[in-house]
């Protein structure tokens, strides 16, 4: 009776741990696009490398979540999902065919999370290190059978009513059509370009947040991290900047909900390029470290979840000898290579996956399940084989919203 007495206390300890005897009031839903296991796998293997003696893992802000799940990717058409679809199930719970955005297979349409959460009283944020429109933040607000129509996607920002955006800006529409920037500024929307212009307007009860155009090598995305470490540009803004101001814009007593895109580590999975790999998926862990940040300030009652959309490239460490790459990538005067030398081709992308002692398994998407992170109320739920279709419905049960 004793055992029995112990077994159900520890039990419920483990259940209050993660979080499962909690109400989500905050909630973080962090995607990186393409970051499967082998992506955190490789990042890590780098960061625990100093030196040509070092053997051993880094870690990344998620990698020591309590909770730890894995999710199926398939799309309702393909084995091998895109990032419509994937986006899709993460914030609908449906699967759709590929190139579909909330749209099913029978030309049904799709209401996401988001706006289930909007209606029931909580604020929304939406951001990413592309163009708003891309597939994996569009899946959050918009509709369309084809990913690529852009200015469809874009032109119903302004309906939604949630009140933080951020990320690249909109993609630019067919000439004579009016852009998506007069339209969503006519829904009531405050348009900040910049740090700056940012600060002096988060205000604004709805804000769109994006980079100056003024400094921007390309609008459609926020600079990478090796862009920013080649450039050294003050003004850059990056995803930690975006879900710090989402914070300041949604904090409120009832609550919120935030969607973050790590966009840039599939573009790097796909071209195979070990370095960008490893920028993008550390850039998107310095993100998460502004949630875990407010998580610490309310334990209770915040979530935060970090997953993938899908895997990409299927990158793995062969004869891993990733401190190579420090060399490589910290610009310094004394070293005869450096960022710069990498951003200009002088090295090419499957030497420097050579030098790394990485390999890698295709140059698209792969149908390996994602890693699935989570700490908070309601983390337990995430724990375990599941599938993508699943997130969004225990995110609403965490919440107490109707899904």
Request: aromatic fraction near 10%; charged fraction near 20%.
């Amino acid at each position: 009776m004793k055992r029995i007495v112990t077994t159900t206390f520890l039990a419920f300890a483990l259940l209050c741990a993660t979080g499962c005897c909690q109400k989500a009031k905050y909630v973080f839903l962090f995607i990186g696009d393409g970051m499967g296991f082998g992506a955190v796998s490789v990042t890590e293997t780098y960061l625990g490398q100093t030196d040509s003696t070092a053997i051993g893992m880094g870690q990344l802000a998620f990698s020591s979540f309590p909770v730890m799940g894995a999710a199926s990717t398939y799309s309702a058409d393909h084995q091998r999902t895109d990032s419509a679809a994937s986006g899709t199930a993460l914030s609908t719970g449906e699967k759709v065919n590929n190139d579909s955005i909330c749209i099913g297979p029978e030309g049904d349409t799709l209401t996401g999370i988001a706006y289930k959460i909007h209606d029931a009283g909580y604020k929304v944020g939406i951001m990413a290190t592309v163009c708003i429109d891309h597939a994996t933040p569009a899946a959050f607000y918009g509709r369309s059978s084809h990913r690529g129509d852009y200015y469809e996607i874009g032109s119903q920002l302004g309906s939604t009513g949630f009140e933080f955006f951020g990320g690249g800006d909109f993609n630019r529409p067919d000439k004579g059509q009016p852009d998506c920037f007069a339209k969503a500024e006519a829904a009531g929307y405050t348009i900040a370009y910049g740090r700056d212009d940012f600060a002096a307007k988060k205000g604004a009860g709805k804000i769109v947040f994006f980079q100056s155009r003024d400094t921007a090598r390309n609008t459609n995305q926020l600079p990478t991290r090796l862009e920013r470490i080649a450039r050294n540009n003050p003004a850059d803004i990056t995803l930690k900047e975006l879900v710090s101001g989402a914070v300041d814009v949604l904090d409120n007593p009832k609550g919120f909900f935030m969607m973050a895109e790590g966009s840039m580590i599939d573009w790097a999975a796909h071209s195979n390029d070990v370095a960008g790999l490893v920028n993008e998926t550390i850039d998107m862990s310095d993100a998460v470290e502004v949630a875990l940040e407010f998580y610490r300030k309310h334990p209770k009652n915040t979530l935060i979840i970090v997953t993938a959309d899908h895997e990409t490239g299927g990158p793995a460490t062969n004869k891993p000898t990733l401190y190579k790459l420090q060399s490589m990538l910290e610009p310094s005067s004394g070293n005869e290579t450096n960022v710069d030398n990498y951003m200009s081709g002088e090295h090419s992308l499957s030497e420097v996956s050579k030098i790394a002692g990485i390999g890698w398994t295709a140059g698209s998407h792969t149908a390996d399940r994602v890693p699935v992170y989570a700490i908070g109320a309601g983390s337990g739920k995430f724990a375990g084989e599941i599938d993508n279709t699943d997130i969004p419905r225990k995110i609403c049960e965490a919440m107490g919203v109707e899904f």
